[in-house]
């Protein structure tokens, strides 16, 4: 057994400071009215007696719990699966341990979690959340706004186009300020169809995300916005829903190949899904990119260049989306704003925009395509 150490006090601290003990919650709790020469004072002995903030005792001065909740909508199989929320959770850590927050994970396995992750929020255990992998018909937007609790989300909301929840509560779309940072994902998905049309090849598939979500609707789009330029172009069997997973995007592909054995080549709706197709396209006998040619989206690295071959893709900054969500909730709440919690920040002049921030994607070409 090791004998504890017993913690020095606030009444500690200002004694060794010569101060009053309200002085010292002042200055530790960030708080004005102290005089400099004071405050400097209650800054030494803090250091020189080591004395460390009860965080439940600061909490009920400042009401900040210097934490924040990230929940993504997904099931823990998936979220510790896919390289994609590693990348996001990466710039997310970066950005709230930069500013001395915790960060809280939460996950949805289920409709029975939604509830849980909804009383956690409103329970006054966070300062706020960071939101992300909705689907369309999920009910987390409404319960985060009954719960009052300052949100970011990321990607684009999908709740309704007149802003409003299905279901008996409301969503966070009803307000025209909620914010969200995603990429282009429309113009991404131009950029790597006119890619390919570029090249030559004619029978151009796609192989979707899950349309339940506004990601893959967007890059859905952007495919049909150069599919519907070309002649002859518009066959639907070249579009095969799939799930943003490798196991979607080789099943997906096997349908692709019965459906339309002459396709010359995919776009693919994530990395993870152009993975899968090109185990199953080597598995046909096709050689990518000779007779199919393969473009995937996200640029996932080390998934991207370790695929066989190297895969074409479109990039967008997972780690900067994550950090700059975290980056705008931090600063709404600094500046002490109502219940969304935040405007997104152009980054030329650090002002915000109404709604949200959307980054830009490239095109980056390797030997898949």
Same mark, same amino acid.
């Given at each position: 057994?090791?004998?504890?150490?017993?913690? !020095?006090?606030?009444?500690?601290?200002?004694?060794?400071?010569?101060?009053?003990? &309200?002085?010292?919650?002042?200055?530790?709790?960030?708080?004005?009215?102290?005089?400099? !020469? +004071?405050?400097?004072?209650?800054?030494?002995?803090?250091?020189?007696?080591?004395?460390?903030?009860?965080?439940?005792?600061?909490?009920? /001065?400042?009401?900040?719990?210097?934490?924040?909740?990230?929940?993504?909508?997904? @099931?823990?199989?998936?979220?510790?699966?896919? !390289?994609?929320? &590693?990348?996001?959770?990466?710039?997310? *850590?970066?950005?709230?341990?930069?500013?001395?927050?915790?960060?809280?994970? +939460?996950?949805?396995?289920?409709?029975?979690?939604?509830?849980?992750?909804?009383?956690?929020?409103?329970?006054?255990?966070?300062?706020?959340?960071?939101?992300? *992998?909705?689907?369309? =018909?999920?009910?987390?937007?409404?319960?985060?706004?009954?719960?009052?609790?300052?949100?970011?989300?990321? %990607?684009?909301?999908?709740?309704?186009? #007149?802003?409003? $929840?299905?279901? @008996?509560?409301?969503? @966070?779309?009803? =307000?025209? =300020?909620?914010?969200?940072?995603?990429?282009?994902?429309?113009?991404?998905?131009?950029?790597? /169809?006119?890619?390919?049309?570029?090249?030559?090849?004619?029978?151009?598939?796609?192989?979707?995300? $899950?349309? #339940?979500?506004?990601?893959?609707?967007?890059?859905?789009?952007?495919?049909?916005?150069?599919?519907?330029?070309?002649? %002859?172009? %518009?066959?639907?069997?070249?579009?095969?829903?799939?799930?943003?997973?490798?196991?979607?995007?080789?099943?997906?592909?096997?349908?692709?190949?019965?459906?339309?054995?002459?396709?010359?080549? /995919?776009?693919?709706?994530?990395?993870?899904?152009?993975?899968?197709?090109?185990?199953?396209?080597? $598995?046909?006998?096709?050689?990518? @990119?000779? #007779?199919?040619?393969?473009?995937?989206?996200?640029?996932?690295? !080390? /998934?991207?260049?370790?695929? =066989?071959?190297?895969?074409?893709?479109?990039?967008?900054?997972?780690?900067?989306?994550?950090?700059?969500?975290?980056?705008?909730?931090?600063?709404?709440?600094?500046d002490g704003r109502d219940r969304t919690g935040v405007a997104a920040v152009r980054e030329d002049t650090d002002q915000p925009p109404a709604g949200g921030v959307i980054l830009p994607t490239t095109l980056i070409r390797r030997a898949s395509a």
């Open positions: 057994m090791t004998e504890a150490v017993s913690r !020095p006090t606030l009444e500690a601290v200002a004694a060794r400071a010569g101060v009053s003990r &309200a002085t010292v919650s002042r200055v530790v709790n960030g708080g004005d009215g102290v005089r400099e !020469p +004071l405050a400097e004072r209650v800054r030494q002995a803090v250091a020189e007696l080591g004395y460390v903030p009860n965080q439940a005792a600061r909490s009920l /001065v400042t009401r900040r719990h210097d934490a924040v909740a990230v929940v993504i909508a997904e @099931p823990e199989t998936r979220v510790f699966a896919d !390289p994609f929320f &590693a990348l996001q959770l990466r710039g997310i *850590s970066k950005e709230l341990t930069a500013h001395d927050n915790q960060l809280v994970l +939460l996950l949805t396995e289920g409709r029975a979690d939604h509830a849980r992750v909804a009383r956690y929020l409103a329970g006054g255990h966070v300062d706020g959340a960071l939101v992300f *992998s909705l689907h369309l =018909d999920d009910p987390l937007p409404g319960l985060i706004h009954d719960a009052g609790v300052p949100t970011v989300f990321g %990607g684009r909301p999908g709740w309704g186009d #007149d802003g409003h $929840a299905a279901g @008996p509560t409301r969503s @966070p779309g009803e =307000d025209p =300020d909620v914010v969200y940072v995603d990429c282009d994902n429309r113009g991404g998905a131009r950029a790597a /169809v006119r890619h390919l049309v570029d090249l030559g090849r004619t029978r151009i598939a796609h192989l979707t995300g $899950a349309l #339940d979500q506004t990601s893959a609707v967007d890059r859905l789009d952007g495919y049909r916005d150069v599919m519907g330029e070309l002649p %002859g172009a %518009g066959d639907p069997r070249l579009v095969v829903e799939s799930d943003f997973t490798l196991g979607g995007g080789e099943r997906a592909m096997r349908e692709l190949l019965d459906r339309c054995p002459d396709v010359d080549a /995919v776009f693919a709706a994530n990395d993870l899904t152009a993975l899968g197709a090109l185990r199953v396209l080597r $598995a046909s006998g096709r050689r990518v @990119p000779e #007779d199919v040619a393969v473009v995937g989206f996200d640029d996932m690295l !080390p /998934v991207a260049m370790e695929a =066989d071959p190297p895969l074409t893709t479109v990039r967008q900054d997972i780690e900067e989306m994550g950090r700059l969500m975290a980056r705008l909730l931090l600063r709404g709440l600094a």
